[in-house]
């Protein structure tokens, strides 16, 4: 399916990546503005400006095996409608290699995040969505959840049908801080950890609250 949004060599460039690692290169570059489109995605548009400062550590997930497909930044405060916002710092990614799945479960579940894994092939036994995001503690937002046919190819519309299979046959998996606010953004830490982006370090106060 092509996308008359996306320029012509954009789609080739996505439609030529044919494993899961290219493919997660090819998402790290865009998360870093050398790649003006990515499927799935509004035209020349980037990542959302609140979660720049989470691009390092997504780019890195993307390298590592894990291709990251939406993320959020914790947060806590009165938005521009003068509303009360609370956001968990969340990210949703594909994982396609069984070890990489559970080096990621292990790390995310030790340091005491939300884990929700699905397979979209089946109709049942799925975990359930986390909400991620409240106004006025209203529920906003969630992750995770049951994952459809129809959405999944809204999703990777750009790729070859060997890389689509492989994807399709993936994990998706959700990675949400049980805290709202800042406090959540530990989550990045202990993303930072898995992918070897940083390091522990006996003076640093993320590595404590990471676990």
């Given at each position: 399916m092509k996308l008359p949004w996306m320029k012509r060599a954009e789609r080739r460039l996505w439609k030529a990546v044919t494993t899961v690692a290219d493919l997660g290169e090819l998402m790290a570059r865009w998360l870093e503005g050398e790649i003006a489109s990515r499927p799935g995605y509004a035209a020349r548009y980037g990542p959302?400006?609140?979660?720049?400062?989470?691009?390092?550590?997504?780019?890195?997930?993307?390298?590592?095996?894990?291709?990251?497909?939406?993320?959020?930044?914790?947060?806590?405060?009165?938005?521009?409608d003068g509303l009360w916002w609370e956001q968990r710092a969340a990210v949703d990614l594909v994982v396609t290699d069984p070890e990489l799945l559970h080096r990621l479960v292990d790390a995310a579940t030790s340091a005491g995040m939300v884990v929700r894994v699905n397979d979209h092939r089946l109709d049942h036994g799925q975990d359930e969505p986390v909400i991620v995001t409240t106004c006025d503690g209203e529920p906003i937002t969630a992750f995770g959840g049951r994952i459809s046919r129809a959405n999944m190819a809204v999703q990777w519309p750009e790729l070859n049908r060997d890389l689509y299979d492989q994807v399709a046959h993936g994990r998706y998996v959700s990675i949400v801080a049980p805290e709202y606010g800042l406090d959540g953004e530990r989550l990045w830490v202990v993303l930072d950890f898995l992918t070897g982006l940083r390091r522990r370090e006996p003076h640093d106060p993320w590595a404590r609250s990471a676990g």
């Open positions: 959302d400006e609140e979660t720049a400062h989470l691009v390092p550590t997504l780019a890195a997930l993307c390298r590592a095996g894990y291709v990251t497909t939406q993320s959020q930044p914790g947060f806590a405060g009165t938005g521009v």
